[in-house]
């Protein structure tokens, strides 16, 4: 059976021990058997990952940096910051997880097979670590490295990421802060970790306009997020014509994730998943690979993840309008992003 949806999943993802910890193996223990009760498995291809290479991991990421979290692995573990631990096993699993993404990637761009969009199912995340640093319970940041494949293998110019994981993904922008073949947008709650993600971060050099952060108030719900999307990603991405979508969905701005204050209902990320996918049809055939990262609520990551896939499978591709009932703090917010984007784009 080939597919146009696709996830991307191995059991030894669960072998990331992090023990007493937010970001635990139960994560995806509590996805897979949504998926298994809604019969979802059955209807997509299971995509198993390779592990990355060393240089694949340095498109991104010091030697010295990747050089550390092996040793600290080999070590039996230990801290990388204090929101990050490490085991054993973690060295080989962040590799598998970086892999992951690449798979996805490299299925998508086979068009030998009817893949289109896929999903991969993957820990530890990434989004928070930089070139030289891994935290906020990331090791590698697999998103950064699936885009530099994009770049690498297939000679993609025009690359967008879409965040919409709760806390800004600093990793992600530090990356690519000064590379315009990457369009970074970034929703999440401000002030919130990792204090970063401010309307006013662009990017810098060539870079500079290619950086769109979307920083939202704390209660922001599914109309307050469609309402930015609409009104900043659409116009945005509409001009910059992606030839791939790159989506860190982060399922922490759920309502009831005990990390973040948003109220995003587990139908919302599927309404974001509908926006994303007519952005992708309309600039690139629907190529899109969406990667885990944050969701710490077992019962919310579950169905939040379930809809995610349910809009993958349906395809519709269709515009969610999301502006009525819309808080003034977050019209208000999004006419400042406006003012600050129309030096770089027609919004």
Known sequence: MTTATGFVYHEDYLRHNTGYHPE???????????????????????????????????????GAYLEKVEAMSRRGGGMLDPDTPLCSDTYDIAL?????????????????NARKHIFALVRPPGHHATPNRGMGFCIFNN??????????????????????????????????????????????????YPGTG????????????FTVNVPLPAGTDDAGYLYALNNILVPIATEFRPEFVLVSAGFDAHTA?????????????????????????????????????????????AESTLSVFNSLLTNTGEQQEGAVGTSGPVTKRIEEIKEVQREYWNI
């Open 257 to 301: 994730d005990p990390l973040a204050s948003m109220h995003v209902t587990s139908l919302g990320f599927g309404l974001f998943t509908d926006m994303i996918m007519a952005i992708a049809k309309k600039s690139c055939g629907g190529r899109v690979v969406l990667t885990l990262e944050g969701g710490y609520n077992l019962d919310a990551i």
């Open 96 to 112: 598998l997880a970086a892999g992951g993404v690449i798979k996805a990637v490299d299925e998508v761009m086979d068009e030998s």
């Open 198 to 209: 401010w309307i006013g971060e662009v990017g810098k050099g060539k870079g500079e306009g």
């Open 24 to 62: 635990s193996a139960e994560r995806l223990i509590s996805i897979m058997k949504k998926l298994q009760e809604q019969g979802l498995t059955n209807k997509m291809d299971r995509i198993l990952p390779m592990r990355a290479l060393p240089e694949q991991i340095e498109y991104v990421h010091t």
């Open 143 to 192: 998103v950064a490295i699936a885009a530099e494949q994009l770049k690498r293998k297939y000679g993609a110019k025009r690359i967008l990421i879409a965040d919409w994981d709760v806390h800004h993904g600093n990793g992600t922008q530090d990356v690519f802060f000064g590379d315009p073949s990457v369009l970074y947008f970034s929703m999440h709650q401000y002030p919130h």
